[in-house]
């Protein structure tokens, strides 16, 4: 791993001092990740390496390196553009010249010419032949005219409307006229209303909250299982506060989060299952507050 680590820095020292980019194999990106895989895994085997502070270290140097064939593969695309489509001298003329820059990765390959396609298309769009048949376009479209409506003849919507009037009145004047209804006293009238026996409700017994974590195959109220794993990771994971005894390097936690540096009498907060390694070496003690 110090090897690899070593060409991360020369690769980086070449990219910064020359305007090209730096000789790397066409795996280059690929061994990256495996090689900030195998100190993730090392720091978490050992919490009180120096593997910390160099997985930090890679991964700024990795990603400057990456950011500046950015910038000069995207420098290299715009002049060899400019070169090769020529605006404003008559007809747009498009004559790539050959000029790809050296030492690309096939992945950065697809990513140079994928620049010279969306430039070219924007140059195509901004020409004057592009604008001029554009205004033409909008020239040659006629609009369809517009016909008069004859309001003497009724439409079929006016003829159903006028039926369903007409049968309406018929419907009103074959209609039979109400009859009063014949008056009653009001003793008639006034009835006592029924008195009815408020349903008696019986309270059932609560029995008493049973402990599920007692039997590892239980199950809740709703008939479904108990995850005792995920309520065992969940407190692993869960923030605690710890007073630190001695002066110790980055840690990388569960969380995947780099904790410290450490110093003595410090008060920091990280993951249960980490601070448990404090407390297992005698270098901190969990503080409440």
């Known amino acids: 791993m110090d090897q690899f680590y070593q060409e991360l820095r020369k690769i980086?020292?070449?990219?910064?001092?020359?305007?090209?980019?730096?000789?790397v194999e066409d795996d280059?990106?690929?061994?990256?990740?495996?090689?900030?895989d195998e100190l993730r895994q090392e720091a978490i085997r050992d919490p009180f390496s120096n593997v910390h502070g160099m997985l930090k270290e890679a991964q700024i140097i990795a990603t400057e390196?990456?950011?500046?064939?950015?910038?000069?593969?995207t420098d290299a695309a715009?002049?060899?553009i400019h070169r090769s489509y020529h605006l404003f001298t008559g007809k747009p003329q498009f004559d790539l010249v050959d000029t790809t820059p050296?030492?690309?990765?096939?992945?950065?390959?697809?990513?140079?010419?994928?620049?010279?396609?969306?430039l070219k298309n924007h140059r195509h769009n901004i020409s004057l032949e592009k604008l001029s048949d554009d205004d033409e376009k909008e020239k040659t479209v006629i609009k369809p005219k517009e016909t008069q409506k004859n309001t003497l003849i009724p439409t079929p919507?006016?003829?159903?409307?006028?039926?369903?009037?007409?049968?309406?009145?018929?419907?009103?004047?074959?209609?039979?006229?109400?009859?009063?209804e014949p008056r009653q006293p009001i003793e008639k009238q006034i009835r006592k209303p029924?008195?009815?026996?408020?349903?008696?409700e019986v309270k059932q017994k609560e029995e008493p909250p049973k402990v599920i974590e007692d039997n590892p195959n239980a199950f809740d109220e709703q008939d479904e299982f108990y995850d005792f794993e995920s309520k065992k990771v969940a407190r692993d994971t869960e923030l605690v506060t710890m007073l630190v005894f001695d002066?110790?390097?980055?840690?990388?936690?569960?969380?995947?989060?780099?904790?410290?540096?450490?110093?003595?009498?410090?008060?920091?907060?990280?993951?249960?299952?980490?601070?448990?390694?404090?407390?297992?070496?005698?270098?901190?003690?969990?503080?409440?507050?």
Not at 28 to 36: A, G, N, P, Q, S
């Open 247 to 289: 002066e110790i390097g980055p840690i990388v936690g569960v969380d995947e989060k780099v904790y410290g540096p450490f110093r003595p009498q410090d008060l920091v907060t990280l993951p249960l299952i980490n601070a448990k390694v404090f407390f297992k070496n005698r270098k901190g003690r969990q503080v409440k507050i």
């Open 102 to 118: 050296l030492n690309l990765t096939p992945e950065e390959e697809k990513f140079y010419f994928s620049l010279i396609d969306n």
């Open 78 to 80: 715009v002049v060899n």
């Open 65 to 73: 390196i990456c950011e500046r064939r950015e910038h000069k593969i």
């Open 12 to 23: 980086q020292k070449k990219e910064r001092n020359n305007a090209t980019l730096a000789r």
């Open 28 to 36: 280059f990106y690929t061994r990256i990740h495996v090689y900030l």
């Open 157 to 180: 919507a006016e003829e159903n409307q006028e039926d369903e009037v007409l049968n309406r009145l018929d419907e009103i004047s074959k209609a039979k006229p109400i009859k009063p």
């Open 194 to 200: 029924k008195v009815e026996a408020a349903p008696i």
